[in-house]
Each structure stands twice: as C-alpha cells, then as structure tokens.
C-alpha cells in the first residue's frame, strides 16, 4: 500500500465509524419503534430544507462511508443506509431529502423503494431509484 493509500484510509475511517454507528442506531429505530420513532425520522427526512453548502465532495464522502458500512451491518436496507446519509449530511450542513418510492410488478405486486438525494440527484440508492416513483414531492 502506498503512502497515498494509506492516507486515505486514516482520512475514511471516522466516517465509515459513523455510518457503522448511526446505521445500526437507525436499524434499531426501524425494529423497535417503526411507527413512533422511525416514523418522526422518516418524516423529518422527508422534508426540503435549505442549506446554505450545496452538494459537495463531502457527500460524495459520506454516500461512500454508508455504502461500506452497510456490508457490516445485518439487515441494513435502502431505507437505513437513506436514514443513515441524510443524518451524516445533517450534521455537515448539506440539504438532502429522503425519498421513498414505489413500482408495480408484473406479477401485480409492488415494490417500495428508499434513497436519499442531494440537489435533486439520487447519491444513495441511485442506481435502483430509477425505476421507482417517488410517493410524495
């Protein structure tokens, strides 16, 4: 490993601390308290707010640091790991909306979807965002 290499891994690691932490506070949430205290989250996550840093390299960052994070945590899903990023975002001053979404399969069933934006563009769950339609603007 390079020294360069080895820079960036000290630099990652307080993020990938926090991600890990907030991710498996966030899933507890989820579990134990999925109407009252999920429900505020969800909520609250849920709404454009103004933010005086437009995205960043530093949410590029913390998308990272949740996405890594969320390969050590059992049962992290969309919405936990979109939870997780806009709490990160939150505390670094960068607006971000937590959107949830749904799509009709074919077999008539339908599928929900969670992922967080910034300035409008999906940062976690971009790539399966796409095909969902956000439940609410």
């Given at each position: 490993?390079?020294?360069?290499g080895l820079a960036?891994?000290?630099e990652?690691?307080?993020?990938i601390?926090?991600a ?8 507890l949430?989820?579990v134990l ?5 999920a429900g505020?989250?969800i909520g ?5 707010c103004s ?5 960043s390299?530093?949410a590029a960052?913390?998308?990272r ?6 390969c050590w945590?059992?049962g ?10 806009w709490?990160m975002l939150?505390?670094r001053?960068i607006?971000?909306?937590v959107r949830?979404?749904a799509?009709r399969?074919s077999?008539?069933?339908m599928s ?10 999906p ?15």
């Amino acid at each position: 490993m390079t020294g360069a290499g080895l820079a960036r891994r000290v630099e990652q690691a307080p993020r990938i601390a926090e991600a890990a932490a907030l991710l498996a506070a966030t899933r507890l949430l989820l579990v134990l308290s999925p109407r009252v205290g999920a429900g505020r989250l969800i909520g609250r996550a849920g709404r454009p707010c103004s933010s005086s840093a437009a995205a960043s390299p530093n949410a590029a960052k913390v998308a990272r640091a949740v996405q890594r994070a969320a390969c050590w945590i059992v049962g992290s899903t969309c919405l936990n790991q979109a939870l997780t990023g806009w709490l990160m975002l939150k505390r670094r001053g960068i607006a971000s909306v937590v959107r949830v979404g749904a799509r009709r399969e074919s077999a008539g069933g339908m599928s929900m979807h969670a992922w967080l934006e910034v300035g409008g563009q999906p940062l976690i769950g971009r790539e399966e965002a796409s095909g969902f339609v956000p439940l609410s603007r």
